[in-house]
């Protein structure tokens, strides 16, 4: 949910630093990197992100401090809560990546499927509208090949809707 530079500087150190102790947090598994899904077509890509997603999130709690965990960073809790859930049930031959554009339009999760060679985009927000995010709507006029778009978000029931011949799953979170 964060990028290394952020995370480098919330807590005041260099990121060349920070690359380190990240080597060795992820490599116990205490954190997980996720890339953003390279496709090489579009110019409007961003190249050089990554993010960093907590395998505990009670270690992203004493990184961050209760004020910062429970306020401002809620949202990207979320986020994280439902990457650790997607890592835990997918197979193997599933990769999981993210999509941003230069406006900052962003998918949070892109699985990719090496067998079948289709996308399964999934957002995560923290209203309580069934709104088509306008990443995904984007998302499907740059690349296609997907059958399926998952939002979670903060209602208590599950919806489906149709959006041309795509079948959008609205979960709730919780």
């Not at 409007?44 to 910062?68: A, H, M, P, Q």
């Not at 995010?133 to 998952?150: S, Y």
């Not at 149709?162 to 979960?171: A, C, L, R, S, T």
Request: hydrophobic share 40%; with cysteine; aromatic share 22%.
């Amino acid at each position: 949910v964060y990028s290394i530079s952020n995370l480098a500087a919330q807590i005041w150190i260099s990121r060349y630093v920070f690359e380190k102790y990240l080597f060795v947090v992820e490599n116990t598994f205490l954190v997980y990197r996720v890339e953003w899904l390279q496709t090489w077509k579009f110019q409007w890509e961003i190249t050089s992100k990554e993010k960093v997603y907590f395998n505990d999130i009670w270690f992203l709690r004493c990184i961050l401090g209760w004020e910062e965990f429970v306020g401002d960073f809620k949202e990207k809790v979320v986020e994280n809560f439902v990457y650790n859930h997607l890592i835990l049930n997918l197979p193997g031959y599933k990769q999981i990546y993210y999509r941003r554009r230069r406006t900052w339009a962003e998918i949070d999760f892109v699985v990719y499927d090496r067998f079948e060679g289709t996308y399964l985009p999934i957002e995560v927000k923290s209203g309580k509208k069934d709104n088509i995010p306008k990443a995904m709507l984007n998302f499907l006029q740059k690349i296609g090949k997907t059958k399926r778009w998952i939002v979670f978000y903060g209602q208590k029931h599950y919806t489906k809707r149709q959006f041309e011949d795509v079948e959008i799953e609205f979960i709730p979170y919780f």
